[in-house]
């Protein structure tokens, strides 16, 4: 992308955007236009005020991206809000990560929070941590262990959706387990424990503890805890 040029701020101040090798924010920095680079790293404190287009990006403080962000590699540790679409072929979020529109990519592993105001689209969705999902959450494989908190989504979709309890390592004898919440979920192979959820639809069904389901349709199987709840069973 860049030819050597870099943009490296240690102290405060604004910026020309531009494309550049490199750019390493360590103090407070703004960047007033769209900004192409091979690398974009926050130590500091960033502000973009319009779009972003990186080969990698590393976020170890705090980056509001007004605009869009597109990158081949994010590692957020820190604090990352992107106003508008966030094309990120693979993320990990030990973090936050906030997105006013859509967030999309091919990677996914989530072991901080995610908060999504529109859809999340990838080939592979692997979250540990929390989410707050607007829209819809599709992937080919959907994983999901609930440690702490509620996870939520208005819609789920994928091939396999797998959703386990995980003891919180962090608080062994803590009471409290995460739940997720969402209106429809619907793939292939589906498992779900401690889920809410108005409609599951898949072929192959298995809803294990903690449930509350309003209505399950399935075309090849369907088992279930006795300790959770089923309103309507549909067979199609």
């Known amino acids: 992308m860049g030819k050597g040029q870099n943009l490296i701020i240690n102290g405060s101040g604004s910026y020309p955007g531009g494309i550049y090798d490199k750019v390493s924010i360590r103090g407070e920095g703004t960047i007033v236009n769209d900004v192409e680079s091979s690398v974009f790293h926050v130590y500091g404190t960033s502000e973009a005020r319009e779009n972003v287009k990186t080969g990698s990006v590393k976020i170890m403080g705090e980056a509001d991206v007004k605009g869009n962000l597109a990158a081949?590699?994010?590692?957020?540790?820190?604090?990352?809000?992107?106003?508008?679409?966030?094309?990120?072929?693979?993320?990990?979020?030990?973090?936050?990560?906030?997105?006013?529109?859509?967030?999309?990519?091919?990677?996914?592993?989530?072991?901080?929070?995610?908060?999504?105001?529109?859809?999340?689209?990838?080939?592979?969705f692997d979250s540990s941590g929390g989410f707050d999902i607007k829209g819809?959450?599709?992937?080919?494989?959907?994983?999901?262990?609930?440690?702490?908190?509620?996870?939520?989504?208005?819609?789920?979709?994928?091939?396999?959706?797998?959703?386990?309890?995980?003891?919180?390592?962090?608080?062994?004898?803590?009471?409290?387990?995460?739940?997720?919440?969402?209106?429809?979920?619907?793939?292939?192979?589906?498992?779900?424990?401690?889920t809410t959820a108005e409609v599951v639809r898949g072929n192959t069904v298995k809803i294990g503890p903690g449930c509350?389901?309003?209505?399950?349709?399935?075309?090849?199987?369907?088992?279930?805890?006795?300790?959770?709840t089923i309103k309507t069973k549909t067979k199609v």
């Not at 509350?212 to 959770?228: P, V």
Request: hydrophobic share 40%; net charge negative; charged share 30%.
């Open 72 to 124: 081949a590699e994010t590692l957020v540790m820190g604090t990352m809000i992107v106003g508008r679409n966030a094309s990120l072929k693979k993320i990990k979020i030990l973090g936050l990560l906030e997105v006013g529109e859509k967030l999309s990519g091919d990677v996914a592993t989530i072991k901080g929070s995610i908060s999504v105001k529109g859809d999340v689209e990838y080939e592979t």
């Open 136 to 194: 819809l959450l599709t992937a080919d494989k959907v994983k999901i262990a609930l440690r702490f908190g509620q996870s939520s989504a208005e819609e789920i979709g994928g091939g396999q959706i797998i959703v386990k309890r995980k003891k919180n390592s962090i608080l062994p004898f803590g009471k409290e387990e995460g739940t997720l919440t969402a209106k429809v979920i619907e793939g292939d192979d589906i498992y779900l424990e401690n």
């Open 212 to 228: 509350q389901i309003g209505l399950i349709e399935y075309t090849t199987e369907l088992k279930n805890d006795l300790s959770s």
